[in-house]
């Protein structure tokens, strides 16, 4: 007896599935997706505080942004003079923080798996030139995610400096590792979410549903739409990341769009080749639409004249009989 859980998608030339293949197919890619996120959870929760092959430690790494600020903006928590800590409140702050880091270390580390996944997922319902792409676009989505939280990174200490040097002189801005930490966190994976967007734009063109004069002619209300995602989506609602933000995303759509210009006028030379551009939509169809041979009519026999019927005396009568009744 076979295992349900072994259960393998058929392999349908149009790609059509039961509902139940879609149910089995849907548990597969996320038990995958879920597995390879719980181990690379778990070394990043490692990470945290080990450091691997010359690297720093993940929370080290993480709170370089902070402690790269002047002391003057950052609150001492630690008699040794120049230490650069944040601030614990309760018992398990330690620990949750830890798990916190390592849960978004681990999505960001198994993208490549989980986009792949997503992708084999939504595969069947495309056609066979439109599925070839997949390693393409997986390759390209993780590496836009990557690109998005490293850019996020790297603009963290712009912002704190923004956020935290306001009214300096009359207070300190005393952060929290779960404060601290969460902003950080938002933003990594906002960024990264946010590079996908592009894609998700190139991956419609090339499948036809939007073509490039859409998207030429919805330039300026995309790239305004932009701006103010980029407004409302960041955390820490300084200009410095929401500018970074609609900047990055502006360049990635219109490197999009150029995509799908490139891709449009190859498809426009394919048709060209193909004849397919040259058909008038109001004359004939230039497919050849010749009858096969046909042979003549058969000659149809002249008609023959129909006979009366002939009548019994006996029907007749009855008849006759049924009549005089009646009248």
């Known amino acids: 007896m076979k295992s349900?859980?072994?259960?393998?998608?058929?392999?349908?030339?149009?790609?059509?599935?039961?509902?139940?293949?879609?149910?089995?197919?849907?548990r597969n890619r996320l038990g995958i997706s879920i597995l390879a996120i719980l181990v690379t959870t778990i070394f990043g929760y490692i990470w945290f505080e080990v450091a691997f092959f010359g690297w720093p430690s993940l929370g080290e790494l993480l709170k370089q942004p902070y402690c790269s600020l002047p002391a003057s903006s950052r609150a001492s928590f630690s008699a040794e003079p120049g230490a650069c800590t944040l601030l614990g409140t309760g018992p398990f702050d330690q620990f949750m923080l830890r798990l916190k880091v390592g849960a978004t270390a681990g999505v960001i580390l198994a993208c490549p798996i989980w986009l792949y996944q997503i992708w084999g997922f939504i595969t069947p319902g495309l056609l066979k030139n439109e599925r070839r792409y997949a390693y393409s676009f997986v390759s390209v989505g993780a590496v836009l995610f990557v690109s998005g939280a490293v850019l996020a990174y790297l603009i963290i200490p712009q912002a704190l400096a923004f956020l935290l040097s306001i009214g300096n002189e009359?207070?300190?801005?005393?952060?929290?590792?779960?404060?601290?930490?969460?902003l950080v966190i938002n933003l990594l994976?906002?960024?990264?979410?946010?590079?996908?967007?592009?894609?998700?734009?190139?991956?419609?063109?090339?499948?036809?549903?939007?073509?490039?004069?859409?998207?030429?002619?919805s330039r300026r209300g995309i790239i305004f739409g932009l701006f103010v995602f980029a407004a409302i989506a960041t955390p820490g609602q300084d200009?410095?990341?929401?500018?970074a933000l609609a900047a990055a995303l502006t360049v990635l759509f219109e490197m999009a769009i150029q995509v799908a210009r490139i891709n449009d006028k190859r498809k426009a030379k394919r048709r060209l080749a193909e004849g397919?551009?040259?058909?008038?939509?109001?004359?004939p169809s230039p497919i050849d639409t010749t009858p096969s041979r046909i042979d003549g009519p058969s000659q149809i026999e002249a008609p023959a004249p129909v006979e009366t019927p002939a009548v019994s005396a006996g029907a007749d009568t009855v008849r006759r009989d049924r009549y005089d009744d009646i009248t």
């Not at 397919?276 to 939509?281: F, K, L, V």
Request: aromatic share 14%.
């Open 239 to 243: 200009p410095i990341s929401m500018i």
């Open 276 to 283: 397919w551009d040259t058909w008038d939509p109001d004359a």
């Open 4 to 26: 349900p859980f072994r259960r393998r998608r058929r392999a349908n030339p149009d790609g059509t599935m039961s509902l139940i293949d879609h149910l089995y197919e849907f």
């Open 170 to 182: 009359i207070q300190t801005t005393a952060l929290t590792g779960a404060s601290y930490f969460s």
């Open 189 to 217: 994976i906002i960024f990264g979410v946010s590079f996908e967007v592009p894609l998700l734009v190139v991956a419609l063109n090339f499948t036809g549903v939007v073509s490039y004069e859409m998207l030429k002619k």
